[in-house]
């Protein structure tokens, strides 16, 4: 009977947002930040490609409402123009960064599935921004030890937000450190992974987070240990590191 009443409690205390990775301890006050922060300043465009990302049955991976909005929010202060994504699913967080960049901004975005992609793709051409978008199919580290090679790209690159493969974090922060501006940032986001960072060895975890659990912890080791950088670790959604490129 009590296992019952608990998790009809559980049910009731479950916020709205679907893909909902928030660490804030009390759903009822990530609702609020949502209700009264969040969705009245949501731009439609935003709010239509959240809604139909919610039905699709990978939801988890998107970027939450209050993350597109700070990322919005990020992008205006430091007048990027020049951005890249690695990680784009139905491209929530693209949208919102193709929103916040001028109008002669640029995206180079990257993601092994296109499928996805063309889901939000007419909420995105319906917004008027598709134009800033260079969507590339495929791995992301072929394109970029291309552009490193290629040598013209060195140091271009206003902002560059990572939301992919977990166990290529490090791999995409060698490369990217030498894309990134001398005062440009690099967001790493699932920086946090579900709270499992502080979880002990034999705690009861989904496969998947156990599984990329390692990778994260060594990327925020390695990023607290990297010179070249300054650091900041948001417990937004599910954990951003902020890398602000010094030197």
């Given at each position: 009977?009590?296992e019952?009443?608990?998790?009809?409690?559980?049910q009731?205390?479950?916020?709205?947002?679907?893909?909902?990775?928030?660490?804030?301890?009390?759903?009822?006050?990530?609702?609020y930040?949502l209700?009264?922060?969040?969705?009245?300043?949501?731009?439609?465009?935003?709010?239509?490609l959240r809604?139909?990302?919610?039905?699709?049955?990978?939801?988890?991976?998107?970027t939450s409402?209050?993350?597109?909005?700070?990322?919005?929010?990020l992008?205006?202060?430091?007048?990027?123009?020049?951005t890249?994504?690695?990680?784009?699913?139905t491209?929530?967080?693209?949208l919102?960064?193709?929103?916040a960049?001028?109008?002669d901004?640029?995206i180079?975005?990257?993601?092994?599935?296109?499928?996805?992609?063309?889901?939000?793709?007419?909420?995105?051409?319906?917004a008027?921004v598709a134009?800033?978008?260079?969507?590339?199919e495929g791995?992301a580290l072929?394109v970029?030890?291309?552009?490193?090679?290629?040598?013209?790209?060195?140091?271009?690159?206003d902002f560059?937000?990572?939301?992919?493969?977990?166990?290529?974090?490090l791999?995409?922060?060698?490369?990217?450190?030498?894309?990134?501006?001398?005062?440009?940032?690099?967001g790493?986001?699932?920086?946090?992974?579900?709270?499992?960072?502080?979880?002990?060895?034999?705690?009861?975890l989904?496969?998947?987070v156990?599984?990329?659990?390692?990778?994260?912890l060594?990327l925020n080791k390695a990023?607290?240990?990297?010179p070249?950088?300054?650091?900041?670790?948001?417990?937004?959604?599910?954990?951003?590191?902020?890398?602000?490129?010094?030197?």
């Amino acid at each position: 009977m009590a296992e019952n009443v608990e998790s009809k409690e559980n049910q009731v205390s479950r916020h709205q947002e679907v893909g909902h990775k928030s660490l804030l301890q009390s759903d009822a006050l990530y609702q609020y930040i949502l209700e009264t922060s969040v969705y009245p300043r949501e731009p439609e465009a935003m709010k239509e490609l959240r809604e139909i990302t919610a039905k699709h049955p990978w939801n988890i991976m998107t970027t939450s409402a209050d993350e597109g909005q700070f990322l919005s929010m990020l992008l205006k202060l430091i007048n990027a123009r020049n951005t890249m994504e690695i990680g784009v699913y139905t491209g929530y967080s693209l949208l919102a960064t193709a929103l916040a960049l001028p109008e002669d901004g640029k995206i180079l975005a990257m993601d092994i599935n296109k499928e996805n992609y063309e889901l939000g793709l007419p909420v995105i051409q319906k917004a008027g921004v598709a134009h800033k978008i260079d969507f590339r199919e495929g791995p992301a580290l072929p394109v970029l030890d291309q552009m490193i090679q290629d040598g013209k790209y060195h140091g271009t690159f206003d902002f560059i937000f990572v939301d992919a493969d977990k166990d290529n974090y490090l791999n995409y922060h060698k490369r990217l450190i030498d894309l990134v501006k001398i005062g440009g940032v690099i967001g790493y986001d699932n920086t946090l992974w579900n709270g499992s960072v502080v979880a002990p060895p034999d705690a009861p975890l989904r496969k998947y987070v156990r599984y990329y659990r390692d990778f994260v912890l060594e990327l925020n080791k390695a990023l607290a240990a990297d010179p070249r950088i300054e650091i900041c670790q948001l417990p937004v959604g599910d954990g951003i590191t902020l890398c602000r490129r010094i030197s």
